[in-house]
């Protein structure tokens, strides 16, 4: 396939884009700068010179001569809805295939640090969190273009790690730098189910080789409370595991890192394992323990 990828210098979509090239697709991606560019080139993409304000027009054009569409940008709430509204519009119709990258953050809550019973499946009902109001409207706007005569499907992975990740594996080795132990807050017992970001574009090729028009699938591969976490980064640096309050937090993560180290997000994945086959093969995170790109982030700031 000729596959579009925007945002594939980002974290999740670069990794799409290797994945995808590396299984023989031709791919494009999308590309703010020439600096950008370069990069995409050195890896085999083909970059598209374009963004989702200014220049979006060009990313629209480039989406109408590709066969499959991914959207993994990391956008802004105007952006977003913006683009996904132009890509629906303009691919209605053609039969192609668009897949958008949303995440369990649609559906997290905010505990305080406490462990939360609700755990959900892709079609079972939830209440959004506000400030993500704008990105379920945007799944909701992806799988309705379904009926449109496009093959229209949206990923919902949980958080993702790996190799080069920002989650709460790192932000924990972060805040020893910031206070000297590895940081939780309240009991510490919140949790996001997790899944690695190998097992997420394994899940984005079996949706783009057998997915249905209108699917929505989860990725998860486990889960581990936070106070897990920071207690193996503690015996791994020599420091202590400490609870701190959410105003703490906001002083050691900043006020939004500290809403998402505080939040669950309890997803199953019941139709990517049905209907696609899909099967998680990363299933322990705490294997990232140790690893020096994380020991550094502890190193305070000279």
């Known amino acids: ?27 494009t991606g999308l590309a703010r700068t020439e600096t ?11 970059p598209v010179a374009g963004d989702l304000e200014e220049r979006r027009a060009a990313v629209v054009e480039t989406a109408l001569q590709a066969d499959g569409v991914i959207y993994a940008a990391q956008a802004g709430e105007e952006q977003e809805t ?25 559906l997290l809550q905010r505990t305080a640090g406490a462990w ?12 959004p969190e506000p400030l993500a109001d704008f990105r379920k409207a945007a799944e909701d706007a992806v799988l309705a273009a379904a009926s449109e005569a496009l093959r229209a499907m949206v990923i919902r992975p949980g958080l993702i790690w790996g190799p080069g990740d920002h989650g709460h594996t790192s932000m924990i080795y972060q805040s020893v730098a910031a206070t000297g132990a590895a940081c939780y807050v309240g009991e510490g017992l919140n949790t996001y189910s997790h899944v690695h970001i190998d097992d997420v574009t394994r899940l984005f090729s079996l949706a783009l080789e057998k997915g249905r028009p209108g699917g929505l699938y989860h990725a998860v591969a486990g889960e581990t409370p936070n106070r897990w976490i920071a207690e193996r980064v503690a015996a791994d640096l020599d420091v202590e595991a400490r609870s701190v309050t959410p105003g703490e937090a ?5 006020e939004f890192g500290a809403l998402i180290m505080a939040a669950s997000s309890r997803i199953r994945a019941v139709s990517a394992q049905q209907e696609l ?15 020096d790109r994380l020991r550094r982030l502890a190193t305070p700031s000279a």
Request: glycine share 16%.
């Open 116 to 127: 939360s019973p609700d755990v959900y499946a892709e079609h079972e009902a939830f209440t």
């Open 277 to 291: 086959g899909w099967q998680p093969r990363h299933t322990d995170m705490l294997t990232m323990i140790g690893e």
């Open 36 to 46: 950008a560019a370069a990069g995409l080139r050195a890896q085999g993409i083909t």
């Open 1 to 27: 396939m000729n596959i579009f990828v925007i945002g594939a210098t980002g974290f999740v979509g670069g990794a799409l884009a290797r994945h995808l090239a590396a299984e023989g697709h031709t791919v």
């Open 82 to 106: 913006a683009t996904v509204q132009d890509l629906t519009r303009a691919l209605a119709g053609t039969g192609r295939t668009l897949v958008f990258l949303s995440g369990s953050g649609v």
């Open 250 to 254: 906001a002083g050691v993560w900043g």
